[in-house]
């Protein structure tokens, strides 16, 4: 009785590690796919920032030859 009760504690107690080994599994991938999306947003703010860079360039451009926006 002594072994079988020793046996549910050990099988009890590598349980709890397994569990804990997925949720740090878990938390990790959620991580990894934050960190991708913040590097997607930053990519498209500056692909933003650039295309205004471009137009404002542009403008300059036009202003400093005398033609008037269209």
Do not use: F, H, I, W
């Not at 960190?35 to 920032?49: N, S």
């Not at 650039?50 to 137009?55: E, G, I, K, M, P």
């Not at 451009?61 to 005398?66: D, L, N, S, T, V």
């Amino acid at each position: 009785m002594r072994a079988l009760v020793m046996a549910m504690a050990v099988l009890m107690a590598a349980g709890c590690g397994a569990e804990s080994v997925g949720t740090a599994a878990t938390a990790a991938r959620l991580q990894a796919e934050q960190a991708r999306q913040g590097k997607e947003t930053l990519d498209a703010v500056k692909a933003g920032l650039d295309a205004a860079a471009q137009t404002s360039q542009e403008r300059l451009e036009r202003a400093e030859k005398g033609e008037s926006e269209k």
